[in-house]
């Protein structure tokens, strides 16, 4: 597939690389129309098929990860055409069925579907430019990508009604301090932080970095007890790996670890 609405490239070792995907619509400040969300879906799962790709990157410009899902496109929507294409549903939650760790890095405005596409991801970066938001109130809609679920569970519900209700934006400090996002890194500095944290991943045997990210994500789908067993299975099935053995004999050893993904 050619894209035109985003980019792709890798980055680090050969063996272990990281794959990255910038959103590239810059004079409507990334604004997320059918194409570009049918690009991205078809980006990420060619990345989650290449077994030397062992963490993706979602990133956008400088001045907008994405602004949003493109106004000018919804506006001639009606109700027939939204319900019966089942819009949003249909191309933007790809996203959620991929099995390697998605780190947002995020600069500029991440505002409506932008915000959620970032709250999709398994953990935001932020450059200190970066501002959130949930404005859709302000065009007589609502957030339609999963705001006001997953925002709730992120940053809690005074915040997310604030947000959700009179659509003012949150900039990095107080998105940070609130839970949304994992750090707060200088703009210039955005891209090695994210890298750094994904090479770090990379590094690591891909049974346990899967097995994390499906448990960390099951608190959010379940009750504690059964959040708390489904770890307890997952953590038992990693001593099956060859990982596990050679993990614990390299630190015990004090030699780093080389693990084979098995
Ligand atoms: N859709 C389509 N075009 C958009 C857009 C969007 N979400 N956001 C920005 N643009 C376009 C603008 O129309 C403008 O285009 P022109 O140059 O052709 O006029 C261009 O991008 C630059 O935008 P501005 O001139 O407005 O730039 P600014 O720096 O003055 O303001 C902004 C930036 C605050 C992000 C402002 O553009 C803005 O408020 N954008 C809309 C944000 C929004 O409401 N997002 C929610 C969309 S609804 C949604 O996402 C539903 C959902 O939950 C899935």
């Given amino acids: 597939m050619r894209y035109e609405m985003i980019e792709t490239r890798t980055e680090g070792p050969d063996s272990r690389q990281v794959g990255i995907v910038t959103l590239n619509r810059p004079k409507q400040l990334n604004a997320l129309n059918d194409q570009l969300m049918d690009e991205l879906g078809h980006a990420l799962q060619a990345f989650e098929a290449d077994d030397s790709v062992g963490c993706i990157i979602l990133t956008g410009s400088e001045k907008a990860f994405a602004a949003g899902a493109d106004i000018s496109a919804m506006a ?90 009179t659509g003012r934006m949150m900039d990095a400090v107080e998105a940070e301090r609130a839970g ?7 703009l210039a ?8 944290a994904a090479l770090t991943i990379c590094s690591f045997g891909e049974p346990s970095v899967m097995a994390a990210k499906e448990a960390v994500n099951r608190a959010f789908e379940s009750g504690l007890s059964d959040g708390v067993m489904f770890e307890r299975r997952l953590f038992h099935s990693l ?15 004090k030699r780093k670890a080389a693990f084979t993904n098995r």
Avoid: H
Avoid at 239 to 249: C, H, P, R, V, W
């Fill in 180 to 186: 949304l996002v994992s750090r707060v890194v200088p």
């Fill in 189 to 196: 500095q955005l891209m090695d932080e994210t890298l750094g």
């Fill in 239 to 253: 001593f099956a790996t060859q990982d596990q053995k050679e993990g614990m004999d390299a630190f015990l050893n």
């Fill in 76 to 165: 001639k929507f009606d109700f027939a055409d939204v319900y019966k294409n089942d819009f949003i549903t249909r191309n933007w939650e790809q996203i959620r069925s991929i099995r390697k760790p998605v780190i947002a890095a995020v600069s500029g405005f991440a505002l409506g579907g932008g915000c959620e596409l970032a709250m999709m991801c398994d953990f935001i970066i932020a450059a200190d430019n970066a501002k959130f938001g949930q404005p859709e109130i302000k065009i007589g809609i609502i957030p339609g990508a999963g705001g006001t679920q997953r925002l709730p569970r992120a940053v809690g519900k005074a915040k997310a009604m604030d947000m959700a209700l």
